[in-house]
């Protein structure tokens, strides 16, 4: 169903693009169909311009939710393509370029979803960044490992606070971990320390929001074809093989895990990480 791996060499400046790469990721446009399960509510999702983002608004949007995504400014054209993709499917989109890494971007982010929803139901965390050294921890400068921990954490972190005051029973968040926060790669070893914090987070915020009805939830994905991988890693065209299913996944194949988590279907399951490795198993 899906494209298998020896993908051609291809290369990209960060923070990549989806439309030069080879094969296209697929992010449901053509297979998804929703059944209602998000009718009316009011999502944020950041990082929504390309990858696991743009499944999960697509998804979103089709399930009938109305959509607010963030994007970086030089990611204009993929945000364009999100936007098309919940309009066409009849729910209101909202772009907004906004880098995560500050807090008053952040801040601006959840102001302009409650101007525009009046509440937030559901906030989806799924901005990221890595770079991928084989050289090892001498590689990693000052400046990379404070990228790679604002926009992995420090953006969640504040997003989170930001939001809860307009959310309420009901609502949930879901942040998006990693296989690497159990199984390591020693090139990406800042961006496996970030998605190990992610879990401690996500379990212990839940516990925290428990009382007040909202629930808080991860997914971690395995190899994932987005434009983070020709962009950050030196060889993309074996990425994937890892996996016990041979092959990366595509971003249409994480979307269906946050719409259980965002629906009424996971209304028991709090601080639970799902995941969706593609065979690997994980504690």
Partial sequence: MYPQPDFPPQEQEPPGATRPMEPVPDHGEGSYRGNGLLEDRKAVITGGDSGIGRAVALAYAREGADILFTYLPEEAEDAEQTMRLVEEAGRKAV?????????EQCRTVI?????EFGRI????????????????????????????????????????KEALPHMSAGACIINTTSVQAYKPSPPLLDYAMTKGAIVTFTQGLAQMLAPQG???????????????IPSTMPDPTEFGKQSPLGRPAQPAEMAPAYVFLASSKASYITAEILNATGGTPLP
Avoid: K
């Fill in 95 to 103: 772009a907004v370029p906004c880098d995560i890494r500050e807090e």
């Fill in 111 to 115: 102001d302009h979803a409650v101007a």
């Fill in 214 to 228: 909202i629930r808080v939830n991860a997914v971690a994905p395995g190899p994932v074809w987005t434009p983070l």
């Fill in 121 to 160: 139901d559901i906030l989806v965390n799924n901005a990221a960044y890595q770079m991928a050294q084989p050289d090892g921890i001498s590689a990693i400068t000052t400046e990379q490992f404070d990228r790679v921990v604002r926009t992995n954490l420090y953006g969640m972190f504040w997003l989170c």
